[in-house]
């Protein structure tokens, strides 16, 4: 079983529409949870990072941490073909920061 | 992208040569670290080194070899190569080496023939 488990996608919507990504994981020592958007032919970038359970929300962007189900999701509302990306959840033990595989996302205009 | 910088950015080398990726942070951080990015799947760990110590060696093939002269330069020293390596070579640092955020290069797209 892999530790971080991501739906590779792709996934495709309109412009204006409600992303939705998810990450699962088994590693019950993660206790910091990020999300990393990655342009083509570019390093990826820090989006949104969360310590706790619960929402956290930046803009257009809200992070979800549910630890006891040991699942994390990000929402991106009112999308704009500019946040057309992969996306990578992140999470850390304090020793290691492990990935998932990414979910590349299109918004069409 | 002036954070961190990496050169070259593509590189197409033959099973026999010899070659290296440079790495180079402006940020003033005391860890970097090298990953493998191959399509469809995680970010693997290569190496870490924290104040120019090596302290993590994710059981990379002897043909990787790498090098960190200072806390701001970061290299990856290639000889001998498979194809299988073909894959976005990407660096990255952070403040040091128990800090969850890093901030990552633009990466070195090789090819490997």
């Known amino acids: 079983q892999k530790e971080v488990e991501q739906d590779p996608g792709p996934l495709s919507v309109p412009e204006g529409a409600i992303v939705s990504l998810n990450c699962t994981y088994s590693n019950s020592a993660f206790q910091y949870f990020m999300w990393y958007r990655q342009y083509s032919r570019k390093g990826p970038e820090l989006l949104m990072y969360t310590y706790s359970s619960g929402n956290k929300e930046d803009g257009r962007f809200t992070a979800q941490v549910d630890k006891s189900s040991k699942y994390i999701s990000l929402f991106i509302r009112d999308s704009q073909p500019s946040d057309s990306a992969t996306y990578l959840c992140?999470?850390?033990?304090?020793?290691?920061?492990?990935f998932g595989a990414g979910t590349t996302v299109t918004v069409r205009a | 992208e002036t954070g961190v910088t990496q050169t070259p950015r593509h590189l197409v080398m033959g099973m026999t040569n010899k070659k290296s990726l440079k790495c180079e942070q402006h940020?003033?951080?005391?860890?970097m670290y090298w990953y493998k990015q191959s399509a469809k799947k995680p970010l693997e760990l290569m190496f870490v080194?924290?104040?120019?110590?090596?302290?993590e060696n994710n059981s990379v093939p002897s043909r990787f070899s790498p090098e960190c002269p200072n806390s701001s330069h970061l290299f990856l020293h290639l000889h001998t190569l498979q194809p299988e390596d073909s894959a976005l070579y990407l660096c990255a640092s952070s403040q040091d080496w128990t800090t969850d955020t890093q901030y990552f290069g633009p990466g070195t797209r090789l090819t490997v023939l």
């Open positions: 992140a999470m850390s033990d304090d020793y290691k920061l492990s």
């Open positions: 940020l003033g951080h005391n860890a």
């Open positions: 080194y924290n104040f120019k110590e090596q302290t």
